[in-house]
């Protein structure tokens, strides 16, 4: 879920294609801390679900202390944001490399992307991501007085020029599944990076997703969801690329095609009888 298309001001062009560079050097150096974790952790902990969850239950414990932090004392610090955003990624870094375990083919990758792109669109339009970000809208637009509300510390936030605090630029979730999709990409060797081979260099096609939705958020001054573009670019370019993955079987297909009427039809009906 983008959150800058209405949290910040309009500026000129030049000023925004500046903090376009600032956005999409703050994309690449999470996928850098990801991906780190993705080739040099978790390898050395696969069959160690109980050390996982604890890490997991570290990270909730980190959020739940900075969140309690907020509330009792009224303090916005850049450093504790900062350190709550390491978390996040931390945190999506570690189940989004969990959840890939359980795929055994590259073909699954398919339906999983369409279903979540439309269960984030029914969040989006008609389930409560709507809510969200109606109360993140009224915060922000608001000067940001008094307490955030919750949902803004499930928000991955950088600084941007101009901007004295750190503004959120997309939700733990969307990376959660960024995350997902290049571990299965490692899992069943896949190069998912747009840059060359997945060496220093590494742009995975996911994070250009992301960066898309971003900047078409901002351009339109909307709230857009985010894993439309992730899920559904993935799986576009990576079904291009390796054949492997166009092999579906009614196993992924029926799935696939029941999920996404039941959830087309969620969307339908809430918007027609809304």
Known sequence: MNFLGQVLPEKGLIFQV?????????????AWVSRVYMIRIDPRIQGQGA??????????FIFAAGY?????????????????????????????SWLAVSLKRPAELVPVCVVVSL?????????????FAENISGYYEGGMKGIPPLVDF???????????????????????VIVFLCACAEKFKMNDSLVGKQGRLYFPIACLGLCLSIFSAWWG???LPA???ISLGFAGVMAVRYPEMRKLTKAEIRPMLGFSALLIGLIIMVRVFR
Not at 19 to 29: A, D, K, S
Not at 158 to 173: E, K
């Open 221 to 223: 001054n909307l709230f």
């Open 68 to 96: 309690g932090w907020v509330v009792l004392t009224g303090e916005r610090s850049n450093v504790l944001t900062c350190v709550l955003t390491l978390n996040l990624v931390l945190f999506a870094s570690v189940l989004g």
């Open 119 to 131: 269960a984030d669109l029914f969040s989006v339009f008609a389930g409560p991501t709507r809510n």
């Open 51 to 60: 050390l996982r969850t604890k890490v997991l239950a570290a990270c909730f």
């Open 18 to 30: 500046f903090e376009y560079g600032f956005i999409l050097g703050f994309v690449l150096l999470a």
């Open 154 to 176: 499930f928000l991955l936030k950088m600084p941007l020029p101009g901007s004295d605090l750190f503004l959120p630029v997309f939700g733990v979730s969307d990376w959660v």
């Open 227 to 229: 894993l439309p573009f």
